[in-house]
């Protein structure tokens, strides 16, 4: 079996010899990543303070793998019907495009189900999951995916979430931690009892049938 990249599904920062999905805020300031994948999209956090009209200008041409981070944070003071708003913004975009989503979600999973599935996008991935087994499952269930972080692995029933789902709908992920995608991919491998190269080869399939 020849072997296949780490696959981080979601990082603030290129990783040489790991294929990362590098996320662009839009409205942060930050310059666009120089990286052969890159993820872009309006963070709830954001919403109010960004011009929608150039983010979906932006959106609809970039040169991206994926549209996100984007979702609802309802553990924050930012006007919820603005969440939402803008969230549907770019979520029509990811269906015009055909382009997997990466979702943020804190406290609004219901809301988040919902909203998504009012679109018939290419793929739905929960970014640095915490939540229920059967949570987890209803997730899966509709066809989404959970990605694990260093943060999804501090957590017992988020761990009992991994073991409990099936490998092909879990990506892996550092975000913004120091973590190496080793340690969270072994982290999975050891949840799920499994060999790291046929878990390697599991997560590169997932990637390839949510971006090819």
């Known amino acids: 079996m020849n072997d296949v990249p780490y696959i981080d599904l979601h990082t603030h920062t290129h990783h040489f010899e790991v294929l990362c999905v590098v996320s662009y805020g839009i409205g942060t300031g930050q310059p666009f990543p120089e990286a052969p994948c890159v993820s872009a999209g309006v963070h709830p956090w954001d919403a109010e303070r960004v011009d929608m009209t150039e ?25 919820r019907d603005r969440q939402v708003d803008v969230f549907r913004e770019q979520l029509a975009i990811a269906e015009k495009r055909n382009l997997p989503v990466i979702l943020h979600c804190v406290k609004a999973y219901n809301e988040v189900l919902k909203t998504v599935s009012e679109f018939d996008l290419k793929a739905a991935v929960f970014h640095s999951y915490i939540g229920s087994p059967e949570l987890a499952s209803t997730i899966t269930g509709k066809g989404y995916y959970i990605s694990v972080s260093e943060r999804s692995l501090k957590s017992k029933k988020t761990i009992e979430s991994i073991s409990n789902t099936a490998l092909g709908r879990i990506f892996a992920e550092t975000d913004t931690s120091e973590v190496s995608i080793e340690h969270v991919y072994n982290a999975i491998a050891a949840i799920k009892k499994i060999e790291i190269t046929e878990l390697k080869h599991i997560i590169f399939n997932n990637f390839k049938k949510i971006t090819e």
């Open 55 to 79: 983010a979906i200008r932006f959106l609809s041409t970039a040169k991206i793998a994926a549209i996100g981070e984007i979702g609802l944070d309802f553990s924050r003071q930012i006007d």
